[in-house]
Nanobody, 122 residues
Framework: QVQLVESGGGLVQAGESLRLSCVAS????????MAWYRQAPGKKRELVAT???????SYADSVKGRFTISGDNAKNTVYLQMNSLTPEDTAVYYC????????????????WGQGTQVTVSS
């Protein structure tokens, strides 16, 4: 089973930046994309960004223009550059492989890692 390890989180002030990393123990087969999710306290886990095997990216409206997802296939690593952070970005961030759904969305598969905490103070 593929192990996912997220890192790079921390405590920052509003307006600052962080770069998250997610390393997979091996290539996740049968995925359509890699994705970053986040879960804030008391809220459901939400999709933040995806990068397809072909390098096409997509973002949640709430992070569009501020976050950038990228990947290094040789290192089985995906990154999330987060700029202009706001307190609303405070959450635990996770990565996972995803497959496309009939409805045009994404569905994660595989086990989740421990996530990395991002806390943005005002």
């Amino acid at each position: 089973q593929v192990q996912l390890v997220e890192s790079g989180g921390g405590l920052v002030q509003a307006g600052e930046s962080l770069r998250l990393s997610c390393v997979a123990s091996r290539t996740i087969r049968n995925k359509d994309a890699m994705a970053w999710y986040r879960q804030a306290p008391g809220k459901k886990r939400e999709l933040v960004a995806t990068i397809s095997t072909g390098g096409i990216t997509s973002y949640a409206d709430s992070v569009k223009g501020r976050f950038t997802i990228s990947g290094d296939n040789a290192k089985n690593t995906v990154y999330l550059q987060m700029n202009s952070l706001t307190p609303e970005d405070t959450a635990v961030y996770y990565c996972n492989g995803v497959v496309g759904t009939v409805g045009g969305g994404w569905s994660p598969f595989g086990s989740w890692g421990q996530g990395t905490q991002v806390t943005v103070s005002s």
